[in-house]
Nanobody, 116 residues
């Protein structure tokens, strides 16, 4: 059974940094999956924050470009999100996603709260 587990959420002051990690387990070819981080704030829809393709191409939402960096380590089945210069509007539950040609897996989410 494939599972994704996120780590690293917490409470931080505006301007601070956090690093989220997501580790995959189970039988799947992690290196073939596109990976992404999404977030969902209370009362809002889940939105894409950053993505990285199987080949390492990255993409970011305009709201986090220049502040967040996504990376992957296929040997460790891990995708990370380095978040710098955090703002109160970054407060949300963050989810990692692994998307293959016909399957998609989600983690359980980790809370990030940025105080002003």
């Amino acid at each position: 059974q494939v599972q994704l587990a996120e780590f690293g959420g917490g409470l931080v002051q505006a301007g601070g940094s956090l690093r989220l990690s997501c580790v995959g387990s189970g039988s799947f070819f992690f290196n073939l999956y596109a990976l992404a981080w999404y977030r969902q704030a209370p009362g809002k829809r889940r939105e894409l924050v950053a993505g990285i393709s199987s080949g390492g191409t990255t993409d970011y939402s305009d709201s986090v470009k220049g502040r967040f960096t996504i990376s992957r380590d296929n040997a460790k089945k891990m995708v990370a999100l380095q978040m710098n210069n955090l703002k109160p509007e970054d407060t949300a539950v963050y989810y990692c996603n692994a998307k293959g040609s016909s399957t998609s897996y989600w983690g359980q989410g980790t809370q990030v709260t940025v105080s002003s």
